[in-house]
């Protein structure tokens, strides 16, 4: 029987060639779902919270280490707090991308690293906190969006960023080379801010580049983007090293001035797969659960549960549909890796194969409104399963021999 999982209603296309992996790439994890994860603000979970976390197929939180809660007097660090955290991750088989980021107010008033004394008191406490959860296999990223002011303050310089980036990898490979470092993590595809790092020797100091492709447009236009991104990295990379590029941070809020709920699942399918399609293995989705109640915040709309705690219930948060379309992706193609994409007759239809062994199971989505058939490699007397991201079952209403139809 041959399976084709059917991921949803679509907006935009793009069709690139995957990137070849290489024996370089030191952060690769192509095998579904091993690259994908989640966004997490919290140390110490709710009860139950691991287990519908962890139900849900992912295999990565990412979440601050922050320096202001962790070193409090100077020079002594306390990592508690990220202990319990560390522990409930190893207990439900998740691991860490830890973001060490923001400001200390016992070294300068919480400003920014701008001194080649802040640089170092940062890069100190940084190695300590890596040091203390050293061989994990952890990811460590290097600040969270330091080009807008949100996060960088007073205001964004890349100048001073780099040369924190400088200071932290340069302790980092004296004293803990095996720890993986990422970086920069900028707020959307910043080209005015990421050139100039590029071209200063950013790669020189990482081991991973790290974005967050924000947009109000369909995961897919960040194809176009992404080969541009390696463009760059082949030129301003060293020789022979090949930096691999994550998808640290992204997702779309469902609300009444985003998109609504249905859309957010598949945009969450289409963008972890696409990714996948890229040559880009690990993606985090933004966010794990609602931040808030406020109908029209869109930062309230962002997880794949809701906000609402309930106490003693199982889920103790209620899944949404991008929850359920997470869940059933994981486990479908659970083994799986990227096999390629099909071609079927239009650039606006994405028939992507993955392989496990011998066994192949294929994902289609499309970015026209309406869809009646398919172009599809089939042979006589095949039978098929059909299921949408949710799971539900379609129908196949004739098979031909090379053609596929369908009623959407």
């Known amino acids: 029987m041959r399976q084709v999982l059917i ?10 060639a995957p990137y070849p992996a290489t024996a370089q790439n030191t952060f690769s994890h192509p095998i579904i ?9 919290f140390t110490h979970p709710q009860e139950g919270e691991m287990e519908i976390l962890a139900a849900s197929g992912v295999k990565w939180v990412r979440m601050d280490l922050t320096w202001d809660s962790t070193e409090k007097i100077k020079g002594v660090y306390d990592f508690s707090a990220y202990d319990h955290l560390v522990e409930n991750l190893e207990r439900h088989g998740l691991k860490a991308h830890f973001i ?9 008033n919480g400003i920014s690293p701008h001194r080649e004394d802040l640089y170092r008191a940062f890069a100190r406490w ?36 780099l040369e924190l980036v400088r200071t932290v990898s340069k302790t980092f490979r004296k004293d803990l080379p095996e720890e993986i470092l990422a970086a920069p993590a900028l707020s959307r595809i910043d080209w005015g801010y990421l050139k100039p790092l590029l071209q200063d020797g950013l790669l020189d100091y990482i081991d991973v580049l790290s974005v967050h492709p924000y947009r109000n447009k369909a995961p897919e236009t960040f194809h176009k983007d992404l080969q541009k991104i390696r463009a760059l990295l082949d030129k301003y990379a060293p020789q022979g090293k ?18 609504d709920e249905r859309t957010q699942a598949a945009y969450l399918v289409r963008m972890w797969l696409g ?30 549960v809701r906000f ?8 103790p948060y209620e899944p949404k549909p991008s929850y359920q379309a997470a869940q059933f992706l994981s486990q ?16 606006k239809d994405y028939l992507l194969r993955f392989r496990k062994g011998s066994e192949i199971k294929w994902v289609f989505w499309t970015q026209r409104s309406r869809l009646k058939d398919i172009e599809f490699p089939t042979q006589a007397h095949q039978r098929f399963l059909l299921q949408d991201m949710m799971g539900k079952r379609l129908k196949v209403l004739s098979h031909p021999q090379g053609k596929l139809l369908l009623n959407f």
């Open 7 to 16: 991921g949803a209603l679509v907006v935009l296309l793009s069709s690139l």
């Open 308 to 315: 609402s705690y309930h106490k003693g219930k199982y889920p």
């Open 100 to 108: 060490l980021d923001y400001g200390n107010p016992i070294y300068e």
């Open 126 to 161: 940084a190695v300590a906190a890596a040091g203390h959860f050293a061989g994990k296999g952890y990811l460590w990223e290097i600040w969270n969006e330091p080009n807008i002011p949100l996060f960088w303050k007073p205001k964004p310089n890349s100048e001073h960023y």
């Open 275 to 304: 990714n996948l399609s890229q040559g880009v293995d690990y993606s985090i989705w933004y966010d794990w659960h609602d931040d808030g109640p406020e109908a029209h915040n869109p930062e309230h709309h962002f997880g794949i």
């Open 242 to 259: 090949k930096i691999p590029v994550i998808s640290g941070e992204w997702g779309y809020p469902a609300y009444d001035k985003g998109v």
């Open 33 to 41: 779902p091993q690259g994908f994860g989640v966004n997490i603000h």
């Open 332 to 347: 479908h193609l659970k083994g799986f890796h990227f096999d390629g994409r099909e071609n079927v007759g239009s650039s």
